[in-house]
């Protein structure tokens, strides 16, 4: 193995393109520069083609229709389009929303935005094991709640929330249910419809995919979601997302879709297995624990917290090890996880808890060396 290249283990970060992805965006960037905007040439016709191709692929792998994605230039815009959208169309009859304490820090920053803006946020807690409690969410909806904002599966732990209770009361509330999907995609099955999901965002760099796209689904029929556009312009997407479309982007997240829809089961047990079999080596010995869910959680993620090393230790141990103590977008501040304070860890536990998140490029041998590295530092 390369010495001087670090084993990757920070696929909840961002994953490597996949080499069919790239070279399916290089047309887009080479001959195929129309824009898709333009009606009156073949190279805007081509490229408008190809953008809907992959608005197909897309809302294949989601059960949706094509019609029903918009893109974005990732997730945290798809969120706050999706939650500013809703909420400002709604202020006056219903300005509630509930959401969830753990979730990423784009819905949480967005609520925070639109509580000072008119809403009444609600934010439920998890317990240990980082689920929300069903109970909770029915005893806080109340007629002014407009919607229930709660991911599927969480980036730092990898827990998957209840959905199918989730969507069930928000149905029977007749509430709007939007879910971050963003670390489920490609990860588990997902279908719009069963379990019924009002509005979900995707980013193409966490299944593979370029940095810089992402989608929002907008449910389309029963009922139709409207919402207010947030970013004015040229009335591209049907006018709730103006600018010029990233085409070469665009084809390679549908091109992203596409592979992640056909990966066989076999591909993500192999993940699983490889996950299980770093995180039984790590924590045999009683020296380092699972923060979270073992049942309800993605194949990939193992969030772990160790008893006699901080992650600022950790990390300084193992340059050989790309892994990261929480979210990329909070490692940069010290603050202890607020994933893993909702989860009732203490703040030093949360300070030694790291995360290490598998993907489609991850091998044995990497696995291998991790397990050997942390063994030769931290008793196993
Ligand atoms: C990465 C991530 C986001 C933000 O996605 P960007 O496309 O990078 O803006 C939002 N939610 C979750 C759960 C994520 O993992």
New binding site residues.
Partial sequence: MNKSIPVYLDN???TPVDPKVLEAMLPFFKEHYGNAASRTHSFGWVADEAVEIAREQIAHLIGAEKREIIFT???????NLALKGLLELNYSERNHLITCKT?????LDTCEWLSRHGADVTYLDVNKEGLIDINQLREQMTPKTLAVCI?I???ETGVIQPINEISEICLKKQVYFFT????AAGKIHLNVSQPHIDLL?L????LYGP????ALYIRKKHPHVSLLAQIHGGGHENGLRSGTLNVPAIVGFGKACELVAEQSASELMQIAELRNWFEDSITQGGNAFVNGSKKMRLPNTSNLCFKAINSTEFIKAFPQLAVSTG???TSASNEPSHVLKAMNLSDSESKNSIRFSLGRFTTAGQIETAIRLIGERVRL
Avoid: L, P
């Fill in positions: 909840n970060a961002t230039s990732g997730a945290t815009e798809a969120i979730e990423h820090k784009a819905v991911m599966a969480n980036n971050d999907a963003t670390q965002c980013s193409a760099h966490k940095k810089g796209i992402g979210s990329a977008c």
